[in-house]
């Protein structure tokens, strides 16, 4: 019979997979969100948001917290959303987190990844899986920069104002850092703005 100790370089092996966890619950809630599609698909959406892909755009500002140094910055960041009409689309986005610096350290990401969204009136509530580059300045006094992967499930939801602009009243996104210089670091925080339809 084996040890305790032989199973411990084992577990250590696969311990950076513990923070995927939020990850995996973003993908499991994609996945349910397609089941309920079908049932869904009966329910009314509004005219504005009926027919084959519409292309939206928008910009928000955000506030988040940085695991290392344990940073909390504030920055913005511009999206782009392509929905289909079964709930499914995907989104693109580039944030920049850049105010609020106390040492220098700061971060811009830029991701994808399939978006799934509902129609509730004049809500529209969604999940999202995004991945993608990160780029990560460390405090001026490294002068180092690094670029790496970053996973960021999220979600939020968008209220209609008219028939073209929607608040994007609630963003949520928990950021992946899994090759970071210093070890797995995570990041989150919200953002609020507004999204236009282009067509």
Known sequence: MKSFHHFVPAWRG???LLPFRVAILSIVLLAACLETTSAAHAQAAPSADRGGL???AGGTASGYYMGYGEQKLLGASAFVDVDGRRHLGVEG???WLIFHQTNGEHATTYAIGPRCSMYYGRFQPYVKGLVGLGQFNYPSYTLAKDNDLVVAPGGGVDFRLTRGIRLRAVDFEYQIWPQFHYGLMSSYGLSTGLRIKIF
Do not use: K, N
């Open 14 to 16: 696969i311990h950076w």
């Open 54 to 56: 519409t292309l939206s």
């Open 93 to 95: 986005e580039a944030r």
